[in-house]
């Protein structure tokens, strides 16, 4: 019989490009951290290797994906985020809390941040990811009548909920907080540049014109909620 000490521990995959932004924003001065919807427990292990001492703990709907979760985070819980608050003890309240792609999967998402954010240090902050219905590529399945669910992705079936940076910044006002940087995603550059041409004269008339809409990247990026 293996003993639990001597069962290997799986290695967390490197944070993948959209959690690899989330984690540069992560203050290095955080010593207590909460991610929601922690997946692997990927984007809190890299964050490990950068300050050992900080203090990852992570809540996680997946049992499965929570089982790996445990043996890279301090902590981690099998809960519903909206069923309560998660169950670690802290104190003097959340240096950082992190929605890497929870949000959008949650039935009443500002009622969760109202909630969360009492639980933050004075000092601390929020890091959220979106699906952005502002997105060119929405317009372009729209217009094409081809809206289809996707495994992943802005089009995640698993998405209850979508967001514009107006919507995004009143929910927050709402809960109780207030947006202090928003950046986009970068991918998928040219097709987003012949969408423009594509879909003139539509924009002048409805008050939207190129290069207004949609937001170009420079060359060689693209956009990504």
Not at 37 to 51: D, I, Y
Not at 93 to 109: F, K, N, Q, T, V
Not at 140 to 167: I, Q, V
Request: charged share 20%.
């Amino acid at each position: 019989v293996q003993c639990p000490r001597e069962r290997p521990i799986p290695t967390p995959p490197a944070p993948h490009p959209p959690a690899a932004d989330l984690l540069q924003r992560i203050p290095r001065s955080a010593r207590t951290i909460l991610e929601v919807g922690c997946g692997q427990g990927e984007l809190g292990a890299a964050f490990k290797r950068f300050s050992p001492a900080a203090r990852v703990m992570g809540t996680e709907a997946n049992p499965e994906l929570a089982s790996i979760a445990k043996a890279h985070l301090d902590e981690v819980a099998v809960m519903d985020p909206e069923s309560g608050d998660p169950p670690f003890d802290a104190p003097g309240g959340y240096d950082c809390i992190i929605y890497a792609s929870s949000l959008a999967h949650m039935r009443e998402p500002f009622a969760t941040l109202r909630r969360h954010a009492a639980l933050l240090h004075p000092d601390g902050i929020m890091l959220i990811c979106v699906p952005n219905v502002e997105h060119w590529s929405f317009v372009d399945r729209l217009l094409r009548g081809t809206w289809d669910y996707e495994p992943a992705g802005l089009l995640d079936r698993g998405h209850l909920r979508w967001f514009s940076l107006e919507s995004m910044r009143r929910g927050l006002v709402d809960a109780g907080l207030y947006l202090c940087d928003a950046s986009p995603r970068i991918f998928d550059a040219e097709p987003a540049r012949q969408f423009v041409p594509a879909l003139e004269p539509a924009p002048p008339p409805l008050g939207s014109a190129p290069p207004g809409y949609p937001p170009l990247p420079p060359r060689g990026g693209g956009l990504r909620p």
